[in-house]
């Protein structure tokens, strides 16, 4: 949230099912309180990061300013671009008002902030950086302990080089505070440039990691939004949605038992998920 007499602004929402959250903390003191809400400016398109677009510009009537990247995908809502109905999540349909472009310049928040294309996790995804704080707010473009999923070379073939290429961008940056798009903000931003420079190593050798990586890291996504999911179910789930179906026909070939099995086992040993009493849970509680 960057606050402002001009008007505030909300960068990303957060997941659909997090709406009355979402509503109720821009509602207390610390948020906004009974002030409008001047805009919403999303990094980037995916259902953790614009699922309260539609329920906040309903709400205080604001406009909604996403990446130019990804105004043609909003536009179409086009749920495998979007990694919607395609991954298992969901989020309710906007309309962008206006588009953010790499190299311009916003004051938001009293701030002057500079768009930064950030392509790989999101290949239209940006960042915004304060040159006079020297603030980044990275999306999910870099955490303090990696980046977000990024699809393999046979799904998304410039993905993993724009990751790299993205991270080249960033370093030539002079950034004291991070706000990341999950995680707490961070100040110590050579460490993490080089934890996610050796990620992106460890995935330029074995690409197949990056297949794996991506099932795992969504279907957490999926249980972080649904909560929970009887074991019982997830072969369903993975011979279903499509990332999983056209994974494992690229990469696995496994029964979707077996593939649900791996997962769970990959996802427990991670300690990433756990099952209780038949059901699947998400080990961490706080995202998105
Ligand atoms: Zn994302």
Redesign the pocket.
């Known amino acids: 949230m960057l606050r402002s007499r001009d008007g505030h602004v909300l960068i990303d929402t957060g997941y659909v099912r997090h709406v009355p959250l979402t509503l109720a903390l821009l509602a207390t003191p610390r948020g906004i309180g009974a002030e409008p809400l001047a805009r919403v400016v999303n990094?980037?398109c995916?259902s953790?990061?614009m699922g309260g677009n539609a329920a906040l510009a309903s709400r205080y009537g604001c406009p909604v300013v996403v990446p130019v990247g990804e105004a043609p995908h909003i536009e179409a809502w086009d749920e495998r671009a979007l990694?919607l109905d395609w991954a298992g999540q969901s989020a309710d349909r906007f309309t962008a008002a206006s588009v953010v472009r790499p190299g311009e310049r916003h004051v938001w928040g009293d701030l002057e902030w500079e768009a930064i294309a950030a392509p790989g996790?999101?290949m239209g995804?940006l960042c915004f950086f304060n040159a006079e704080h020297r603030v980044l707010i990275s999306?999910?473009a870099l955490w303090e302990h990696g980046f977000?999923?990024v699809m393999p070379p046979e799904v998304e073939p410039t993905a993993l080089a724009a990751t790299r290429s993205t991270l080249d961008a960033l370093a030539h940056l002079d950034v004291r505070l991070v706000i990341p798009?999950h995680g707490e903000p961070f100040r110590d931003y050579a460490a993490a440039l080089e934890r996610a420079y050796r990620r992106v190593e460890a995935f330029e050798t074995d690409p197949m990691r990056l297949a794996r990586h991506a099932l795992k890291v969504i279907l957490t996504f999926t249980l972080l939004d649904r909560r929970t999911m009887p074991l019982a179910d997830l072969p369903a789930h993975v011979e279903r949605v499509g990332m999983f179906r056209e994974f494992n026909a690229r990469y696995f070939r496994l029964p979707p038992a077996e593939l649900a099995a791996f997962l769970v086992k990959e996802l427990t040993r991670a300690g990433a998920v756990r099952v209780d009493a038949g059901k699947l849970l998400p080990a961490a509680v706080a995202a998105g």
Do not use: L
């Open positions: 990094t980037h995916h953790d990061h990694w996790h999101d995804a999306g999910d977000g999923v798009g």
